[in-house]
């Protein structure tokens, strides 16, 4: 199974996508939790919100870059190296779902960096490996970076979605399985 590329058929494209994220998934994300665990836990913070249904697929997706950068280098220090996963899951997912996805998954780190700048109470509350990335990432933003973020159509989703991120660490935690959230990729997915 490989990443989905054409969507010509939407409900295999998003069955395959599925089936990719599980099989892929079972990588860890951090100490705590795999990557499938990380994105179901998200996306199930994000559908508790009674938000948009982009974003209860952002969440999901969000860290898909991890994955697509993993599967062809086979890294497994990914969290050591600042493999700009964002940039690659925002490529991958602007093409299928558009910019109400691609655009919270593209700014979900700069928004950890705009929340370290403007909330110090933020900053220690991280995970050690979220504190880690932080530092590769760029760290605390200048208020000139913080001033770009903030004029970004979907900083505001960025920051939704990133504190969620924050969140789906926990260990063992009971969520809906990936199937619960084929109904919101199919109506999010906008090229066929
Ligand atoms: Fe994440």
């Known amino acids: ?21 599980e099989q892929e998934g ?12 990380h994105a179901l836990q998200s996306a199930y913070l994000a559908a508790q919100e009674s938000v948009e249904r982009s974003q209860v697929v952002a969440a999901l997706l969000h860290d898909i870059g991890h994955l697509i950068i993993d599967e062809h280098s086979r890294r497994e220090d990914f969290l050591s190296h600042d ?5 690659a899951g925002c490529l991958w997912a602007n093409r299928f779902f558009g910019d109400p996805v691609s655009e919270p ?22 995970s050690d490996s979220s504190k880690h990335s932080f530092t590769l990432q760029g ?29 789906a660490k926990v260990t ?4 809906p399985a990936i199937i619960a959230y084929q109904s ?3 109506a999010c997915l906008h090229v066929v």
């Open 1 to 21: 199974m490989n990443l989905p590329h054409n969507a010509t058929n939407p409900e295999k494209f998003v069955a395959d996508l599925c089936a990719w994220i």
């Open 26 to 37: 079972v990588s860890y994300y951090d100490e705590t939790v795999t990557q499938l665990d």
């Open 83 to 87: 493999a700009f996963h964002e940039k």
């Open 105 to 126: 998954i593209r700014l979900h780190v700069p928004a950890k960096r705009w929340l370290c700048t403007t909330d110090d109470a933020y900053y220690e509350r991280l």
């Open 139 to 167: 760290g605390m933003m200048s208020s000139k970076e913080a001033a770009a973020f903030e004029a970004e159509p979907f900083s505001k989703e960025a920051v939704k979605l990133r504190l969620w991120d924050d969140k």
């Open 172 to 175: 063992n935690k009971k969520v």
């Open 184 to 186: 919101d990729l199919l």
